[in-house]
């Protein structure tokens, strides 16, 4: 069955530097990933999507990136703020229009 | 302003008393989700409805029922709750049409049971 992996430690940058957040998949490629934030109690909230056919797409301050070969998705924030600090999560298409399969989420710590 | 908006925010039940959490959207989404998400785990789906069609995951518990009585409401019903249904419950939508299926969650509503 296919899977999404995180890195399950939490990543504590410094504010400026770029924040790397990393995901896998196993078996057959998705059609897309899509990659949200999660601030403690609330619920998760829609940043970039990418295709299967995309090697990168940018939205401010944010980068993904799809490599089919490595089976693998890049999450960037560049410039990194206190306020990025927040659990990211990466999901995955279930083969379908309506069902997502979930990574458990990295959290990133930006220190001032 | 809020799309998806879910009440109550907190709710606290006792063991096994029948509890009601609602959603609503103003966003004219064909599909509405319920997800439970425990600390630190990923949100697990519970069921979905396309427009007034139900489908559950098979390993969502009977105890959990779910109604769509139109477009812009949908219910999670919890019929006997025990210690291991606290969570946070999190309703979401999609258009349900095209291929990118991004989800739109509202801040969902943490359940405790005594």
């Known amino acids: 069955s296919q899977k999404i992996e995180q890195n399950s430690e939490a990543l504590n940058i410094q504010e400026g530097k770029t924040a790397t957040l990393t995901c896998n998949y196993t078996?057959?490629?998705?059609?897309?990933l899509q990659w949200y934030r999660q601030d403690p109690g609330r619920g998760p909230v829609f940043l970039l999507l990418?295709?299967?056919n995309e090697k990168e797409k940018r939205k401010e301050r944010l980068k993904v990136t799809f490599d089919t070969t490595l089976k693998q998705s890049l999450f960037h924030i560049t410039a990194s703020q206190p306020a990025d600090s927040a659990t990211y999560l990466c999901?995955?298409?279930?083969?379908?229009?309506?069902?997502?399969?979930w990574g458990l989420g990295t959290s990133l710590a930006v220190n001032p | 302003d809020a799309m998806v908006i879910q009440n109550p925010r907190y709710q606290v039940t006792q063991f096994g008393k029948p509890v009601t959490l609602s959603c609503s959207q103003t966003l004219n989404h064909n599909v509405m989700y319920w997800y439970q998400q425990k600390s630190s785990q990923a949100p697990k789906l519970l069921f979905h409805y396309y427009d007034k069609d139900f489908n559950n995951e098979a390993d969502t518990p009977d105890n959990f029922q779910s109604r769509r009585p139109n477009t812009s409401f949908c219910f999670l019903d919890i019929r006997s709750p025990g210690l291991g249904d606290a969570a946070m419950y999190l309703c979401?939508?999609?258009?349900?049409?095209?291929?990118?299926?991004?989800?739109?969650f509202g801040e969902g509503s943490r359940l405790t049971v005594l």
């Open positions: 990418i295709r299967e």
């Open positions: 979401a939508t999609s258009r349900g049409t095209g291929v990118t299926g991004e989800l739109f």
């Open positions: 999901a995955r298409d279930a083969g379908n229009n309506r069902k997502l399969i």
């Open positions: 078996n057959y490629s998705p059609a897309y």
